[in-house]
């Protein structure tokens, strides 16, 4: 079991910056990767960045290139998504997830492509964007 818990959402203005933190606990060492969800209300839940549990690899959503940087702290069970020069589109409840090795090893950037495929979300943190 991978237990994940959220914090840091908030409401900024555009322009503006968030830093999000996620901390896992449990055995994080049998998944792939810490990622980072978001959703729209009417959207679908969509793909924001990943982050190996070694932080030897990131990916991110083209949406967010260049803005937004995941990171992880020295022990390895918390993961940041800093935000910056945030738009009135980054509006969202942001998850953190991660997913149940099965095949390929862990601690890779898992390449899942939908939702369901992903084993243990957290609770979700709200972030408003106004302009």
């Known amino acids: 079991q991978v237990q994940l818990v959220e914090s840091g959402g908030g409401s900024v203005q555009a322009g503006g910056s968030l830093r999000l933190s996620c901390t896992a606990s449990?055995?994080?060492?049998?998944?792939?990767?810490m990622d980072w969800f978001r959703q729209a209300p009417v959207k679908e839940r969509e793909f924001v960045a990943a982050?190996?549990?070694?932080?030897?690899?990131?990916t991110y959503a083209d949406s967010v290139k260049g803005r937004f940087t995941i990171s992880r702290d020295n022990a390895g069970d918390t993961v940041y998504l800093q935000m910056n020069s945030l738009k009135p589109e980054d509006t969202a409840v942001y998850y953190c997830?991660?997913?149940?090795?099965?095949?390929?090893?862990?601690?890779?950037?898992?390449?899942?492509?939908?939702?369901?495929?992903?084993?243990?979300w957290g609770q979700g943190t709200q972030v408003t964007v106004s302009s």
């Open positions: 997830a991660t997913a149940v090795a099965r095949t390929k090893l862990p601690d890779t950037l898992s390449g899942l492509t939908t939702v369901k495929e992903y084993t243990y």
């Open positions: 449990g055995r994080t060492s049998s998944t792939y990767s």
């Open positions: 982050i190996t549990w070694s932080g030897g690899s990131t």
